[in-house]
């Protein structure tokens, strides 16, 4: 059984920043691939970044710049880096996982409607201005 903790997150003022952490135990493969979403209040919910088990990474335009995800393979920790934070950032931040036969994840663009597994709690994610 997968199961995904996450920690950080909080409010910050614009300019700021955060750090994410998500941390995977149980099950694990060799390829995968692993993301970060967010839901902001009445929007659906977007994929912010992906990362694969060979550390090809993807961002959303909006994030470009300033938000770096990255893991540590030793811990099976996913963080997410978040510099630069605007109001429009704010919102419910996931991450999750998908165990695959290759590395590879989808377009960003089309990351939400990718029916990935393994989530974490989600933890809230205040930029005020």
């Known amino acids: 059984q997968v199961q995904m903790v996450q920690s950080g997150g909080g409010s910050v003022q614009s300019g700021g920043s955060l750090r994410l952490s998500c941390t995977r135990s149980?099950?694990?493969?060799?390829?995968?691939?692993m993301a970060w979403f967010r839901q902001a209040p009445g929007k659906e919910r977007e994929g912010v970044a992906t990362?694969?088990?060979?550390?090809?990474?993807s961002y959303a335009d909006s994030v470009k710049g300033r938000f770096t995800i990255s893991q540590d393979n030793a811990k099976n920790t996913l963080y997410l880096q978040m510099n630069s934070l605007k109001p429009e950032d704010t919102g419910i931040y996931s991450c999750?996982?998908?165990?695959?036969?290759?590395?590879?994840?989808?377009?960003?663009?089309?990351?939400?409607?990718?029916?990935?597994?393994?989530w974490g709690q989600g933890t809230q994610v205040t930029v005020s201005s």
């Open positions: 149980g099950y694990s493969h060799h390829s995968y691939c």
């Open positions: 999750a996982v998908d165990f695959l036969s290759a590395p590879f994840c989808p377009p960003i663009a089309q990351m939400a409607e990718t029916p990935l597994p393994y």
């Open positions: 990362i694969t088990s060979d550390g090809r990474t």
